[in-house]
């Protein structure tokens, strides 16, 4: 949605728009501001279930890179997995040695 931002006083495409209440010189007004300006929180509703089957089946669910790091915990919980990543060249000892814990 296009629209004008009070701070940026350009009109431009964004998304989360907030409208609220911003201070002038000539006293309080209301407007509409970008999400250059307002991050909008998030929230994580998890029911308690799901808390407990993430921490159960933990070892199912990991995953050998976050974010391109290579996961010191997928290192540990499968070291023959790893041996076959570095017999086909997919990482190096270097990389499983300076591996980082990643997913705490």
């Not at 629209?3 to 911003?22: F, G, P, R």
């Not at 006293?27 to 509703?45: A, H, L, M, Q």
């Not at 290579?70 to 076959?84: M, N, T």
Request: overall charge positive; charged content about 35%.
């Amino acid at each position: 949605m296009k629209q004008l931002c009070v701070l940026c006083h350009k009109i431009h495409d964004s998304t989360n728009w907030k409208y609220a209440e911003y201070q002038t010189p000539e006293g309080y007004r209301w407007g509409w501001f970008c999400n250059k300006w307002y991050k909008p929180k998030t929230y994580e509703f998890v029911p308690q279930r799901i808390k407990d089957e993430r921490v159960k089946y933990r070892k199912e669910i990991l995953q050998p890179y976050r974010s391109g790091q290579l996961s010191k915990e997928f290192c540990e919980e499968y070291p023959q997995q790893v041996k076959k990543m570095v017999k086909a060249g997919a990482v190096t000892k270097k990389e499983v040695a300076k591996a980082k814990n990643v997913w705490k």
